[in-house]
């Protein structure tokens, strides 16, 4: 699953990407739990996905999900979190 969503990130498929990441995160922190190498990795990887739509300028192609826009909110307000 987050391998499909880094494929649609690199493509730009933004909206479609999101929800992969989404569930891939909440997937790992059911399973494994926060603090799980392969959670934090997840976590990661769905920063650098927001920090990506941020930087193309596309971030009205997500949703409102609470957990994409508590991230955005964290990044846009500078902390690394």
């Known amino acids: 699953m987050n391998n499909l969503a880094y494929l649609y990130k690199s493509q730009g498929r933004y909206a479609e990407a999101e929800p992969l990441f989404l569930r891939a995160l909440a ?5 494994l739990g926060d603090d799980h190498p392969s959670t934090k990795a997840v976590r990661q990887n769905f920063r650098r996905f927001l920090q990506q739509v941020m930087e193309a300028g596309q971030t009205t192609q ?3 999900h609470e957990v994409t826009q508590d991230v955005l909110r964290q990044m846009q307000a500078g902390d690394g979190g």
């Open 27 to 31: 997937i790992r922190v059911e399973k």
């Open 62 to 64: 997500l949703s409102e």
